[in-house]
């Protein structure tokens, strides 16, 4: 009797679920892989987070984890790190949503500034302004 379904159809199932099982754990492992591998927004020179130029980067006490505090008069002394709206956050890393509606990097929670009297790579002339702004460390 014909029931519609042949033995060997019934006895390959189950090896066409392990093979989709298997694509699908390789593609949730190849997809991990490329967030990981999402470009950071700083880098480490000389023992603190810089920009991609290399500009220093720098952390305000005022904010609250994952805020930003830092706006209009203050925001234009301290441009923050401005992130995309379509960024992906590598490993330590956040966006925060600002006040006016920008995006912003943070490291560790905290939000990311540059200092705009620091006018080359390497300058740190913000560090420990009045006693709230501290250079971003890893």
Known sequence: M???TSTR???????AR??????????????SACAA????????????????RGMTLYTFDTDPPGK???NGPCAAN???LSAAADARAPEGYSVVLRDDGSRQWAYR??????????????DRTG?????VWRVARP
């Open 2 to 4: 014909n029931t519609g």
């Open 9 to 15: 159809a019934r006895a390959t199932r189950p090896a």
């Open 18 to 31: 392990s093979i989709l099982s298997f694509g699908s754990a390789c593609l949730a492992v190849a997809l």
């Open 37 to 52: 591998m999402a470009p950071s927004p700083a880098k480490v020179e000389g023992g603190v987070l810089t920009d991609p």
């Open 68 to 70: 930003s505090v830092c």
């Open 78 to 80: 301290w441009p923050p």
């Open 109 to 122: 929670g905290k939000p990311l500034y540059l200092w705009v009297k620091d006018t080359k790579p390497g």
């Open 127 to 131: 560090d420990g302004f009045r006693n």
